[in-house]
C-alpha cells in the first residue's frame, strides 16, 4: 500500500550535519504522522522525531535543539536535518509513515566517527 525511500546517509565527523530524505509512494488519507526512528546496536529502536500532515512536531530528547523534521506534503516527503551530530547519534534510520499501521522504508546507515 506504502511504499518509503531513505536517502541521505553516511559517515560524518562529530559536530557535523546530515539530511535525511524520505519520499512516499501509494495512496491514503486522513490524519498521519510521518517520521524517523533508529536503532543502534545493541539497543532498542526509538523515535527521533515525528511530524502530523497537520504540522505538530515531537522530538526525542536526546535530540531536541540539534535536530530537524520537515514535510513537504504535496511531495509527500518528509526531511530530518541532524546537526551537531554525536557518535551515539550513529544508527541506521528508518522512515516510518503511520496510518491505521505503521509503514517502514529500508532504513539508511548514519555513521558519526572521527
Known amino acids: 500500500q506504502v511504499q518509503l525511500v531513505e536517502s541521505g546517509g553516511g559517515l560524518v565527523q562529530p559536530g557535523g550535519s546530515l539530511r535525511l530524505s524520505c519520499v512516499a509512494s501509494?495512496?491514503?488519507?486522513?490524519?498521519?504522522?510521518m517520521g524517523w526512528y533508529r536503532r543502534a546496536p545493541g539497543k532498542q529502536r526509538e523515535l527521533v522525531a515525528s511530524?502530523?500532515?497537520?504540522?505538530?512536531?515531537n522530538y526525542a530528547r536526546s535530540v531536541k535543539g540539534r535536530f530537524i523534521i520537515s514535510r513537504d506534503n504535496d511531495k509527500n516527503m518528509v526531511y530530518l536535518q541532524m546537526n551537531s551530530l554525536k557518535p551515539d547519534d550513529t544508527a541506521v534510520y528508518y522512515c516510518n509513515l503511520n496510518i491505521r499501521q505503521d509503514y517502514w522504508g529500508q532504513g539508511t546507515q548514519v555513521t558519526v566517527s572521527s
Open positions: 511530524i502530523t500532515n497537520g504540522g505538530n512536531i
Open positions: 501509494g495512496s491514503w488519507f486522513g490524519i498521519y504522522t
